[in-house]
């Protein structure tokens, strides 16, 4: 998002987590900029009956917790790495004297927000009302489209886990391979060494 070498000027350092460690709690204060330099981080939180809900999957040049350091608020979701990562952290008056010096860098923060909340409107949109057939390939299309910024001739590999898809779209990972495999028979996707194929 923001490119490493404005980074390095901005003096962000690099922090390293282990595979499973918290970056941030839920509920605690946001106070820094975080991007992954390598690795992928999830955001999650949980229902009072335990369920885990990934809010987002971020990867090598993502960033992510940015909503509650602009609003002031504490973080609604936790973070943590889903494997060994690199992520650069730039304190929050750091982060708005670059936006304030680079605007094409605040746009390109601005449009990337603006898409993280079509994809969580869409997605609240799906979890309400649809069935799970629909709502994992209105995901993999959001991701095929927006994420990857595939055409739709193209194939997208879909680089989530069952568990992954299952708990960005709000269902059972059992839910998850008996719609996947419908939507194999339908022909809407292929099942390739256990990767989809959309």
Same mark, same amino acid.
């Given at each position: ?7 390095? +000027?901005? &003096?962000?350092? $690099? ?19 975080? @991007? ?7 955001? &999650? &939180?949980?229902?009072?009956?335990? *369920?885990?809900?990934?809010?987002? $999957?971020? &990867? ?6 940015? #909503? =509650?350091?602009?609003? /002031?608020?504490?973080?609604? +979701?936790?973070?943590? +790495? ?8 730039? =304190? *929050? ?9 680079? #605007? ?27 069935? #799970? ?18 055409? /739709? /001739?193209?194939? !997208? ?5 069952? @568990? ?14 008996? +719609? ?5 028979? *339908? ?5 390739? *060494?256990?990767?989809?194929? !959309?």
């Amino acid at each position: 998002m923001i490119p490493e070498k404005t980074l390095i +000027a901005y &003096n962000a350092r $690099i922090e390293l987590y282990e595979k499973g460690e918290l970056i941030f709690d839920k509920d605690d204060k946001a106070q820094y900029y975080y @991007q992954v330099e390598q690795g992928q981080v999830k955001m &999650n &939180n949980y229902s009072e009956s335990g *369920k885990e809900f990934i809010q987002g $999957i971020f &990867n090598n040049g993502d960033s992510f917790g940015e #909503p =509650p350091l602009f609003a /002031d608020v504490k973080y609604p +979701a936790a973070a943590e +790495a889903l494997e060994n990562s690199r992520i650069y952290k730039l =304190p *929050k008056s750091t982060l708005i004297r670059l936006l304030k010096e680079q #605007p094409e860098v605040h746009f390109r923060i601005t449009e990337r927000l603006s898409k993280r909340l079509y994809f969580k409107s869409l997605m609240a949109s799906e979890i309400s009302s649809e069935e #799970p057939e629909h709502r994992i390939v209105s995901l993999l299309h959001y991701l095929k489209r927006h994420v990857h910024q595939l055409e /739709d /001739d193209e194939i !997208f590999v879909v680089d989530l886990k069952r @568990q992954q898809i299952a708990d960005l779209t709000g269902l059972r990972v059992e839910t998850v391979i008996r +719609a996947c495999k419908s939507l194999e028979k *339908k022909d809407k996707i292929s099942i390739v *060494k256990r990767k989809v194929h !959309f």
